[in-house]
């Protein structure tokens, strides 16, 4: 079983930044894919940003292309996404999870943290 914890959300304002944290326990694998999805009230869960296993290839949504990143530490069982210039339309619930498939589908993905809260003022 692997174990996947988010942190770092909080309330914002727009145009601030904030890094999300994902970490890894249980029986986890550096060649697991680790995708980040959000969910806001009323809507579906939505694909953000995957990184392979080696982290070597990356794959953002439009949306967030240029002001999100994402990135692992192996070692330390770590993802991070870091976020920069928020607006209000990324406020939502933020999701790791992780599986076998470098894939933006949710239903490839095996493991998945509690989520993170992300609110965005104007």
């Known amino acids: 079983q692997v174990q996947l914890a988010e942190s770092g959300g909080g309330l914002v304002q727009a145009g601030d930044s904030l890094r999300l944290s994902c970490a890894a326990s249980g029986r986890t694998s550096r060649f697991y894919t680790i995708g980040w999805f959000r969910q806001a009230p009323g809507k579906e869960r939505e694909f953000v940003v995957r990184?392979?296993?080696?982290?070597?290839?990356?794959y953002y949504t439009d949306s967030v292309k240029g002001r999100f990143t994402i990135s692992r530490y192996n070692a330390k069982n770590m993802v991070y996404l870091q976020m920069n210039s928020l607006q209000p339309e990324a406020a939502a619930v933020y999701y790791c999870a992780a599986g076998n498939s470098f894939s933006a589908n949710p239903a490839d993905y095996i493991y998945w943290g509690q989520g993170t809260q992300v609110t965005v003022s104007t």
């Open positions: 990184i392979s296993g080696s982290g070597r290839s990356t």
